[in-house]
């Protein structure tokens, strides 16, 4: 065990080529940004590790860097890439005309058929009532349910 340590310290940038190799695979899959910034860190700490810097400063250096790549290029980096949001046009919905297709009542939801053909659940602002047949216009979205109005 002690001469499998001494083999790790006299060839640091190979271990820290190794720590560099398994955090861009670990990044590969799941893709958070989050492990690469510590492969950076180790690709710095290669060439850090031949100034024969103890293992106990490398280690210190390598940490200090990781966290400071996460807190301030992350978040830019997100930012940039539009990580972490699942943008949909659901939205553009809003002021639409449907058809309602099956009565809305209070206490019962129905259904109403948008613009596109796609047919979705309705429930009114309200609470009034809305017979099928009726044209009314989109409130909001709410999930899988359209908040409807009668058309003034």
Same mark, same amino acid.
């Given at each position: ?85 699942? /943008? +949909?046009?659901? @939205?553009?919905?809003?002021? %639409?005309?449907?058809? !309602?297709?099956?009565? $809305? ?16 659940? /309705? +429930?009114?602002? @309200?609470?009034?009532?809305? %017979?099928?047949?009726? !044209?009314?216009?989109? $409130? ?13």
């Amino acid at each position: 065990m002690n001469s499998f340590i001494n083999l790790i310290l006299g060839h640091m940038a190979w271990f820290w080529l190794g720590v560099m190799i398994v955090c861009i695979a670990i990044e590969a899959f799941t893709f958070q940004l989050t492990t690469v910034w510590a492969g950076v860190s180790a690709f710095f700490m290669i060439f850090i590790s031949r100034t024969g810097l103890p293992m106990r400063w490398q280690v210190l250096i390598f940490l200090v860097m990781t966290i400071a790549f996460i807190l301030f290029t992350r978040p830019f980096v997100m930012k940039k890439l539009k990580l972490g949001k699942n /943008v +949909t046009n659901v @939205n553009t919905l809003e002021g %639409q005309e449907v058809l !309602v297709t099956k009565d $809305v009542s209070q206490f019962e939801k129905g259904e109403a058929k948008a613009a596109n053909g796609v047919i979705w659940s /309705v +429930t009114s602002e @309200n609470g009034a009532s809305i %017979q099928a047949g009726a !044209v009314c216009v989109i $409130v909001r979205v709410d999930g899988n349910t359209l908040t409807i109005r009668t058309k003034d």
